[in-house]
């Protein structure tokens, strides 16, 4: 199956994410400020009136700002009444999910132009508060009520992977120590320090000096969320809004002279409860929906430059570069330790920093991974620029993986 | 038509409700209204076993809000069929002798009103 015309982004905006400095601003406030950097990107400029339809990924505005009904709200903030607006909820992976209904909307004709984005406020509660939202994306009656919690179910995955492969946590370090390095490059993103330098940071604050990551990493100051992941193998909570303006191959050439177009989509749902996968070190859904991209693009693992992969633990930056055949299953902790996925290793990955280090306001990520792809393809990623990057994937997922869409993309 | 009450009320009496589908033989745990390899609506109920092995596991030291105070504790994917698997909470176990095939029987207990799903490291004679 494939698209019945072609699909471009044309324009991409985001705010910082971050978990302070939104402290004053509500979902809409950040949503409004993403959406216009995102049309003021446009190269040929575009007015709010060639906009037709609005989709907006949003996990739980409900419970975070007691906000319900926030497409039609960010379009009336926005100035975009009355054209349709729809929300989009698929836990984390709330806006990779309205991204592919976006680029459905214009390959099926109905629009030529729509914007899609996300947005997440979730710093109005506390980390417990906070704690209890996200696990309402896992199964309340048979996870949730047992005591899992959402980093629990990645250890979990943490777990069966190290008894399996062998992978250990210190493989799981290097994918958060290169997440931060690319954080530092990336100006929007929530944390822009490399882990020696927070290391040196908490170590002074409290009379403790560290020889390297791995000592920081290894003491108190790193402390066990749910074992064996630590405080920085998490993704941090975040504040933050994302948007993309799509169009039609055709409409996109008024717009642009460097369209980013989309070669192949894709999207699979699985089982709710992380214990009814076939395979607990695997996410079937990514495998899924990789496949129906790579056949619709007609390119492979091989064939990508650049990926954003949804790192909400580190563990799952791992199992995703194996089940997207960017490495071979149980070997994507072996690549992150020898480099491969660093901004000059043979697969870079996650180069904004990832949800580890650039945040990950839930409901914004997806649609953040294309501002990423957008800016890499069309080489305005200034220090986190990837050479030459021509071909960029998106991996989003909600939950521990009972959602998961895959974009692809290329110049 | 198997319901989430049927497996709530499996646990209060102390066992796991478990279904089987009678046209492909898949089961299910806990128990479902079709089968998800199959699709067929006709399934029969059936005690699962008590015993298995832990698959995966973690031990929560950030617990949610209703479990505040209990940290840490340990969850764990248990294996009770070849791929027949349910989540439960670990008692009875130190952080340190907690590992993936680990042997463990079902426990029942009672969280304020709620049936809590336990596991309990199997004791050899």
New interface residues.
Partial sequence: MGLQRGVAIIGAGMTRFHHKIHADKTGRDLFVEAALEAMASVDNGIELGDIEALFIGNFSSDSFEHQGHVAALMADWLGLTPRAATRIEAACGSSGAALNIGVMAIASGLYDVVMVGGVEKMRTLT???V??VL?MASDE?????????F???Y???A??HF?RYGSTWEQLCAVSIKNHHNGSLNPKAQFQEEVIDIARRLGERRGMTFRDEMEFLRSPLN???????RLFDCCPISDGAAAVIMASEEAARRFTDTPIYVRGIGQASD?M????R?D?TTIRATRLAAQQAYRMAGLGPEDIDVADVHDCFTIAEVVATEDLGFFPKGEGGKAAEEGRTSLEGDKPINPDGGLKAKGHPVGATGAAMAYEMFKQLRGEADKRQVPDAEVGLIHNVGASGATVVVQIYGR | MFTVKDYRDALAEGYLLASKCRRCGAVQLPPRPICPKCGSGDLEAFKAPKRGRVAAYTVIHVPPSRFKGEEPYAVAIVELLEGVRVSGRMLDVSEADLRVGLEVEADFIKLGEEPLLCFRPLKHP
């Fill in positions: 980390t417990e508060e704690t209890d696990a009656v048979y996870e949730a009520a047992v005591g899992f919690t980093p629990g179910l250890a979990a995955m777990t069966a008894h402390p066990v969320v749910a074992y064996p992941l089982a409860a992380l214990h009814d076939e607990l």
